[in-house]
């Protein structure tokens, strides 16, 4: 019934003789069981010159839909960040799709309409809460239709090859193909990078470097497509020796890792999360998942080289102390083909100390090869109540890492609102250099600092050598400069419901005037901030938020007010 029914539809669309509808080859691929809208508006595109993407969202889950805005007798491609998305068009009741395929999908309608977009993980109708940008070109029905479906396979250091669906009809004169800067895409007179029949190009690349891709239709000798939307993608990056990484990457991802950003995560949270030192790669595990995480490539492997790396599990909620026997462990592969295949050297349970603990391993097998390193963390709870932390740090191949400094935390003497403060047990530190968090900065072992405004302070000690910076975080708060903390009882401010799962609700029954709503996550890192001056309510859309503990902070006009709320899903 649903073949005959999407049958129907096309038949509609028979006045454009060459509309090129992907993957209608089974029912099966149709996917519209999607509920969730986002965003929550139509989406009203702007650009129609066939080349100027429109946004549809810079965070689409695969798991969603959104409504776009669609004309009459114009030609759409809707497509994804991941080129792996699975994308169905429907009409604006979800009931009848009209295209649908993996990456890139073509549409034309005959009329002015609405439709809904549907993201997916794959043809079966996978769902995953992972973050894709959507975006959707539209211009005029061409004589000549680019390929759409493009994808590739796992990149080396030097080679790729992409593939990509063939045009309907089939072109004339073939493909031709660009690839480079992706800041830089090709116009309608670029000179290809390739050309050819075949479905699919091989390329050579520059080792650590960011590209585009594009292809396009050579239907006749005046006559090409425009070119595909941009598939953007990165040759493996690879570091000699010795390499040593200490995570001392401001929060993000070190260049070269690959992991799910969704939830691996670089930080710390001094004295109940802390790295070692400062800032470490951690996962959060409460549910039955495999979480992982891959290195980068490093070359030039010997035969008395080894691999070297702290970790250390914490008790979600009682950190930091250890979670109990039988909850969690990880697997370490090593791979000699970029990332292809993985060979496991160890399965390790976690130790239950609330220590920082050092795997090594020696490299000798792998001698004049280039590794890299997959870490996947196994999610089990023995315990029944298992809610943890495994963090990772200092990852080093050579033996030796080069020497971080290093200090045994920060000793703060307060006299509100003057601090002083003083890096305690410095290893190997060159210089010092302070952060108050209020944009006043600082130098030396020991410094003194006052505030001018009430409020919490993150305090960041940078320790410097030649091989590199370690940070030290503490926070402090600040009181008696000023602005109030307002004591508003539960009766006077609500927040609800908490937990909460999908959206929280605060109201102000109080006669202060609110003016903005902060929130922070768990690590002190600002998660979104809103403007409700002039308002007594407000609702927070949780649909973003990771499941844990937020602390909501509440400036009003005469004071502030902090409250915790916790994320469940």
């Known amino acids: 019934m649903k073949m005959n029914l999407l049958l129907k539809q096309l038949s509609k669309l ?9 993957c209608i080859e089974s029912a099966d691929a149709q996917c519209l069981t999607n509920t969730s809208l986002y965003p929550s508006g139509t989406i009203e595109p702007t650009y129609f010159d066939g080349v ?33 998305t699975y994308i169905t068009v429907s009409n604006k009741t979800g009931t009848t799709a009209f295209s649908h395929g993996t990456g890139q999908v073509g549409y034309t309608s005959t009329v002015a309409d609405t439709v809904r977009v549907y993201f997916n993980t794959n043809a079966t109708c996978g769902t995953a809460e992972k973050c894709i940008t959507t975006n959707v070109i539209i211009g005029s029905v061409p004589t000549c239709y680019a390929p759409l479906g493009i994808n590739y396979g796992n990149a080396t250091g030097t080679a790729i090859t992409f593939n990509w669906n063939a045009a309907s ?24 990078s390739g050309s050819g029949t075949a479905t699919s190009a091989a390329l050579t690349l520059t080792p650590s470097t960011d590209y585009g891709f594009w292809v396009r239709s050579v239907c006749g000798t005046n006559n090409k497509s425009s070119w595909s939307p941009m598939i953007d993608f990165s040759s493996q990056y690879i570091v000699g020796k010795p390499w040593a990484e200490p995570f001392n990457t401001n929060g993000e991802l070190p260049e070269g890792f690959s992991a799910d950003e969704d939830y691996w995560f670089v930080g710390s949270d001094p004295g109940t999360f802390d790295g070692n030192p ?24 010997q035969p008395n080289d080894s691999l070297n790396f702290d970790y250390r599990y914490f008790d979600y909620l009682d950190a930091p ?11 370490v592969y090593i791979s000699t083909d970029f990332g292809q295949t993985y060979t496991q050297i160890d399965s390790v349970p976690n130790n239950t100390t609330a220590v920082w603990t050092t795997k090594s391993y020696q490299l000798g097998a792998y001698a004049g090869h280039t590794i890299r390193v997959k870490i996947e963390a196994h ?24 020497p971080n400094p290093s200090a045994s935390g920060i000793n703060i003497t307060n006299n509100t609102p003057e601090f002083t403060f003083e890096v305690m047990n410095p290893q190997d530190a060159d210089n010092y250099g302070w952060d108050f968090g209020d944009g006043i900065s600082g130098s030396g072992q020991s410094t003194t600092h006052t505030y001018t405004s009430n409020g919490n302070y993150t305090v960041t000690a940078m320790l410097t050598n030649d091989c590199g910076t370690t940070e030290l975080t503490e926070s402090v708060t600040v009181s008696g400069v000023s602005i109030n903390d307002l004591k508003l009882d539960e009766n006077q401010l609500k927040l609800f419901p908490n937990p909460a799962q999908n959206n929280l609700k605060l109201e102000n029954l109080s006669n202060h005037s609110m003016k903005s709503v902060t929130v922070y996550n768990i690590l ?29 902070v509440i400036e009003f006009e005469s004071g502030t007010v902090t409250r915790k709320f916790e994320v469940l899903k």
């Open 524 to 552: 002190g890192q600002k998660m979104d901030l809103i403007k409700v001056a002039g308002t007594k309510t407000t609702t927070l859309n949780l649909s973003k938020y990771a499941n844990g503990i937020y602390s909501l």
């Open 169 to 192: 009809p089939a072109p004339s004169g073939g493909y031709e193909y660009y690839f480079g800067d992706p800041a830089l895409p090709p116009t309608a007179t670029s000179t290809p």
């Open 379 to 402: 999610y089990t709870s023995a315990s029944g109540m298992g809610d943890y932390v495994l963090g990772f740090d200092n990852f080093a191949v050579d033996g030796v890492s080069c």
């Open 52 to 84: 100027t993407p429109n946004e549809i969202s810079s965070c689409n889950y695969e798991e969603e839909y959104a409504q776009v805005k669609v004309n009459a007798n114009q030609y759409h491609i809707f497509y994804s960040s991941n080129p792996n």
């Open 321 to 331: 102390l250890a979670p109990p026997a039988g909850d969690g462990y990880f697997i």
């Open 278 to 301: 400062g800032d470490f790669l951690a996962v959060n595990q409460y549910q039955s998942e495999i979480y992982e995480f891959e290195t980068i490539n490093i070359s030039g492997i």
């Open 14 to 22: 028979t006045l454009l003789s060459a509309i090129p509808f992907l």
